[in-house]
């Protein structure tokens, strides 16, 4: 055998061995409102977006009962409507670049291709990076948080009762934290504001957020930032609003909603309060290691 044909017989040996991976053709974006990306038409039956979301967090697949019963909990649909709801999602997700349908026909169980994935998949693929590279992958998974969770299905308690909604604001928070202590100690207080702000889109009432993003107007030389994200959060706590309008908040304030921690690294950098002398005197690395 020549060099050139055994080098052909190795090469293509070890692409027998080693499978392309299947690149995604639909993308089901469950990171804020819901909705599918690489469709072949819309959505035209009422129910097919939630059960498309549904199997999309079921890669393995769901039997007829776990679907139905998580799209509609409080009652039995006629099998024509349940059949339709297929069908039509079926046609909407259209075929993958194989031929072969997004959604296969099956009997009994309905499971996505794995031409299909979530934006939430993405999410966890990038948030595990690990390296010099990884803030950059971090900032790309925390991009793909868009608002509310899974918002805009006609009922979403299954991804609450499930878990998932818990797992995913947990994965996300954990993440936006991290991301912005990278940032803090690197004196970067604007890409760690980036992070928690995305972090809020998912959970905007967790205080830990807010704590280190006290630290990142601080760490921009912006007091009126400080006072202003902990309006934004008393209001939110207090029922005032979005967070958005306009409303007084003394530096007394905060001591009747939020959380201690969360009041001493605010005073650790209001200009508003008398700050301890120990705590004036500290430096902004232990400052840091209070939001923790």
């Known amino acids: 055998m020549t060099r050139a044909l055994l080098q052909e017989h190795v090469h293509g040996h070890r ?41 999309a967090l079921h890669p393995e697949g769901a039997r007829a009962d776990a679907w139905v019963t998580a799209l509609w909990p409080d009652r039995m649909p006629p099998d024509a409507t349940r059949f339709s709801t297929i069908s039509d999602a079926r046609r909407a997700l259209g075929r993958a670049a194989d031929g072969a349908d997004h959604l296969p026909r099956s009997v009994g169980r309905l499971e996505l291709a794995t031409s299909v994935t979530t934006d939430w998949a993405q999410f966890r693929s990038l948030a595990g990076a690990r390296g010099p590279d ?6 790309a998974a925390l991009d793909l948080v868009r608002g509310p969770l899974l918002g805009g299905l006609r009922s979403s308690d299954w991804a609450v009762l499930e878990g ?8 996300i928070v954990q993440l936006a934290l991290d991301a912005a202590e990278h940032h803090l100690a690197r004196r970067d207080g604007q890409s760690a504001e980036r992070a928690l702000r995305r972090g809020l889109r998912a959970s905007p009432y967790d205080e830990r957020l807010y704590r280190l993003l006290f630290l990142a107007a601080d760490c921009q030389g912006n007091p009126s930032g400080v006072e202003s994200a902990m309006c934004e959060l008393v209001r939110l706590v207090s029922g005032g609003g979005d967070g958005h309008a306009q409303m007084p908040c003394g530096p007394e304030d905060p001591a009747r909603w939020v959380h201690p921690d969360t009041l001493a690294v605010y005073r650790s950098v209001s200009r508003r309060c008398s700050p301890d ?3 004036q005197s500290s430096s902004s690395d232990a400052r840091m290691r209070s939001a923790g």
């Open 15 to 55: 692409q027998d061995q080693i499978a392309p991976p299947v690149l995604p053709e639909v993308v089901v974006r469950v990171l804020g409102p819901v909705e599918v990306v690489g469709t072949a038409r819309p959505f035209r039956r009422a129910w097919c977006l939630d059960l498309v979301a549904y199997l």
């Open 277 to 279: 002398p120990l705590v």
């Open 134 to 139: 990884a803030p950059v992958a971090w900032a």
């Open 164 to 171: 998932l909604v818990a797992e995913m604001e947990s994965a």
